[in-house]
């Protein structure tokens, strides 16, 4: 799917515990890099425009005081696609963006 499609996608998960993983170059398994969870709390919001050249959007994870999620770079962007219940959005250079709903359990 192109970056608009990918956009939308992240909106229906808005109110949705997530768990985002950044994958390095190649891994296809556990998180290599970094991984950030709980409630998607703002839709992707604009945070930089570049002379109208591309877009940086900034998803929030969570409400705590402090700043948590991560950054959607429309220059950076090269696909994403659904796999195993899970968002993977590959960035140019080979980094992923793969995002899967958390189940809590409660019932």
Not at 31 to 38: E, F, H
Request: charged share 20%; proline share 4%; glycine share 12%.
């Amino acid at each position: 799917m192109d970056f608009d499609q990918t956009l939308s996608e992240l909106l229906g998960l808005m109110g949705r515990d997530v768990a985002v993983h950044v994958r390095s170059p190649g891994s296809r398994a556990a998180p290599a890099l970094m991984l950030v969870s709980g409630t998607l709390r703002s839709a992707p919001e604009v945070v930089e425009q570049l002379g109208g050249a591309g877009e940086v959007f900034f998803c929030r994870i969570g409400d705590g005081p402090l700043l948590s999620g991560f950054f959607l770079d429309r220059a950076r962007f090269r696909s994403a696609s659904w796999e195993d219940h899970a968002l993977h959005i590959e960035l140019r250079g080979g980094t992923a963006l793969v995002l899967a709903e958390e189940l809590t359990g409660a019932a």
